[in-house]
């Protein structure tokens, strides 16, 4: 009996040490799995096969909605996180990445500023990874307080408040950097200079708006743009314009303050703006060649401008009365008479010319003078990566014989049908339909959103697929601004945006779009997830660089097809976009996609780690 109890008691022993030693080789399978396991890079990876030749980061996996489970857990290679880029990227504009350009050593014309231009990076050379904030970051000052202040940790740059010093661009004052209203030539604030050009032009109590017949202007070299800013309480929007240049960071600091603006360069392609887009175009001391091959760079102002469209062009070319440059004004002035311009005010430091109001003068040149008229195939509202071209746009047969663009003064613009809708094959009727469809959309969006609502929450705002501008006239009524982005596919549509007194662009999502990091506070997507699958671009991609252009506790707002939708749910955490998350299926209307759904998400205020730098 002893025997048979030691027999049964060394049996458990044997049974509970075979347990033991299962549980321990599973433990150690689980371990070594673990390191072997697909996941996404860390930021301190080593270089490997695909990975990124710039940072060593390996390039995460392209997703397609119809590769990818609906189950989470069936699906593990769906991002929990995506890598953080290094804090020396805060900045990084992809396209516009003069380090890009040494490493792939392209061969640009310096003098044609090509170095300014857009050069987006390859595919295996893209930063797959969140754009961090720098140290210190801090939610943007709100509008109106924004115009004239901001704070220092967001954009922490204060070269151009040393070397303008004496000019009033900008002063560091503490925590904060302000901005008197000052300009290269307006050191005593931009609203006298603006109150100055309107008595130049004999307009109505001094308001540059001439009544509402002046609401679209393209300031050319517009630093940190206190011009625009001023403008806007003359009920005139400006397209500010400046390239990534010496003067770090000017546009960064427009947009930072709230004023519309953008990174882009007169140089050898055309502006991505369609054609009659602005009333007056201007110039302060921009430092631009406007002599140069063949006066190139002022042919693309002429086809920017509207008939009897004004050049406000203030520079030592319009005073100064020594020899060099007493030699260029009178080889601009000869260029501008033969472009059938004439100068309709001349003081101080400031002179103004006008575009003809029909085509009557350029019939009136002698034959063969320079520069020519464009040729009758020419279209010129084609900007996407076209060149400029050394001709004139001649107005169509409608302009010419109306003697203008036959638009209304603003505010009235905004809602009458565009006598240019017939160009892109769109009925008064239908363009009254969007509108109306656009404004209970609006509502709608702003209802699903009011528990988030504060005041002045959005004051720049893009609207990723703008259409008709049927979003953005619906957000007439609240102090903000936006950038209607027309895709490559319908960028003839931009011009009726521009004519309804609105301002935008033409972009490929499938690249980088040419703005700083944290520059929005709202994006609205409509179809634009489904347009770029459609044409094989990653959906990744494009998430990446709206978490870049988004300010953190920015808003997104994606309306697209379910199946886009609940694709995009899956990277939410990963983007650090579940502050605040809503998805609803919205009401049926003429516009709707098939099974669609609006997915609204808040954006996370976070900061890199000190102990990972």
Known sequence: MRQKKEFINTAKLLKFLLIGIIVFLGLVCLYNGSLFAPRLPRADDAVEDGADPVTGRVLPKRYYLDEL??????????????????????????????????????????????????????????????????????????????RDQVWKANIPHTHLAQE????????????????????????????????????????????????????????????????????????????????????????????????????????????????????????????????????????????????????????????AHDADNRRIWNAMYDLLR????????????????????????????????????????????????????????????????????????????????????????????????????WQDRVVDYWKQMRSLMQRNSFRNVMDMNSNLGGFAAALRDKDLWVMNVAPTNASSKLKIIYDRGLIGTVHDWCESFSTYPRTYDLLHAWAVFSEIEERGCSIEDLLIEMDRILRPEGIVIIRDKLSVINYVQKFLTALKWDGWISEVEPRTDALSLNEERVLIAKKILWQVELTTL
């Open 338 to 437: 033969r472009m059938c311009w004439r100068v309709v005010s001349r003081r101080d430091q400031t002179v103004i010319w006008a575009k003809p109001l029909s085509n009557s003068c350029y019939k009136k040149r002698d034959p063969g003078t320079i520069p020519p008229l464009c040729s009758s195939d020419d279209d010129p509202d084609a900007t996407w990566n076209v060149l400029t071209k050394a001709c004139i746009t001649p107005y169509s047969a409608r302009m010419h014989k109306e003697k203008g663009s036959g638009l209304q003064p603003w505010p009235q613009r905004l809602s009458a049908a565009p006598p240019r809708l017939e160009e892109i094959g769109v009925s008064n009727e239908d363009f009254h339909k969007d509108m109306s469809i």
């Open 164 to 319: 303008k010093s004496d000019q009033n661009w900008m002063v560091v004052d503490g925590e904060k950097i302000r901005f008197p209203g000052g300009g290269t030539h307006f050191h005593d604030g931009a609203d006298k200079y603006i109150t100055a050009i309107a008595g130049m032009l004999k307009f109505t109590g001094e308001m540059v708006n001439n009544a509402g017949r002046v609401r679209n202007v393209l300031d050319v070299g517009c630093g940190v743009a206190s011009f625009g800013a001023y403008l806007l309480s003359h009920n005139v929007i400006a397209m500010s314009l400046a390239p990534n240049d010496v003067h770090e960071n000017q546009i960064q600091f427009a947009l930072e303050r709230g004023i519309p603006s953008t990174l882009g360069v007169l140089g050898t392609k055309r502006l991505p703006y369609p054609s009659r887009s602005f009333e007056l175009a201007h110039c302060s001391r921009c430092r631009i060649d406007w002599l140069q091959r063949d006066g190139i760079l002022l042919l693309e102002l002429d086809r920017l401008l509207r008939p009897g469209g004004y050049f406000v062009y203030s520079s030592p070319e319009a005073y």
């Open 69 to 146: 489970p609906e189950d989470q857990e069936r699906n593990p290679e769906v991002p929990r996180s995506i890598p953080v880029c290094d804090l020396k990227y805060s900045e990084l504009i992809p396209c516009l990445d003069r380090n890009l350009i040494y490493q792939l050593k392209l061969k640009l014309n310096l003098t044609l500023m090509e170095h300014y231009e857009r050069h987006c990076p390859p595919p295996d050379r893209r930063y797959n990874c969140l754009i961090p904030p720098p140290i210190g970051y801090k939610i943007p000052i709100k509008w109106p307080a924004s």
